[in-house]
C-alpha cells in the first residue's frame, strides 16, 4: 500500500439493508425507535416508510474503507452528515445501498502516511450521506 496517491479509487461496496438488519441493529444499538420496523409509525412521523438508521447507513459506508485497508484500527477519523434516509421495503430484498470512496489526499504526520478518503454513498440513485470521509493511516 505504499504506492496510494491522491485520485485512487477503492474497491466499490454494494450492501442490500433489509428489514432483517434494522431489527439486528436495533437490538446491538438498544436504538428501538419504531421509525425503523413500523411503516404505520414510519408514515405516521411523515416519512416515506420505514428507514434505516442514520448510524447503521455510516457504519455500511465504514465497511468500504475497513474492507480496503484491512484493519479497523487505522482509521484515526471517520464522519458523515446524514443527508437522505435509506427507505427499507418490507420484502427479501431491501434496499441496496451503493457505496464508493476516492484517495482525496495523502499526507505526512507523525512519520506516518495518511491517506483521506472521501466516500460516496446513495440509495435510488440519491446521495445519502454528505461530507463523509475517513483518514486512515497507511501501512509502512
Given at each position: ?52 438508521h ?26 458523515v452528515?446524514f ?32 491517506a ?10 440519491k ?14
Amino acid at each position: 500500500m505504499s504506492d496510494i496517491a491522491k485520485g485512487d479509487e477503492l474497491p466499490a461496496l454494494q450492501v442490500h439493508l433489509t428489514r432483517a438488519d434494522l431489527v439486528r441493529y436495533a437490538g446491538a444499538s438498544g436504538d428501538f425507535n419504531p421509525i425503523h420496523w413500523s411503516e404505520r409509525i414510519a408514515t405516521g412521523a411523515g416519512l416515506p416508510g420505514v428507514i434505516a438508521h442514520g448510524m447503521l447507513t455510516m457504519a455500511t459506508a465504514g465497511r468500504l474503507v475497513t474492507n480496503w485497508i484491512g484493519d479497523p484500527t487505522a482509521i484515526r477519523t471517520f464522519g458523515v452528515r446524514f443527508t437522505r434516509p435509506v427507505l427499507v421495503p418490507d420484502d427479501d430484498e431491501g434496499a441496496l445501498v451503493d457505496i464508493t470512496g476516492v484517495v482525496g489526499e495523502v499526507t505526512e504526520s507523525d512519520g506516518a502516511r495518511i491517506a483521506r478518503v472521501d466516500i460516496t454513498a446513495k440509495f435510488d440513485g440519491k446521495t445519502v450521506l454528505g461530507r463523509a470521509s475517513a483518514e486512515v493511516r497507511l501501512p509502512s
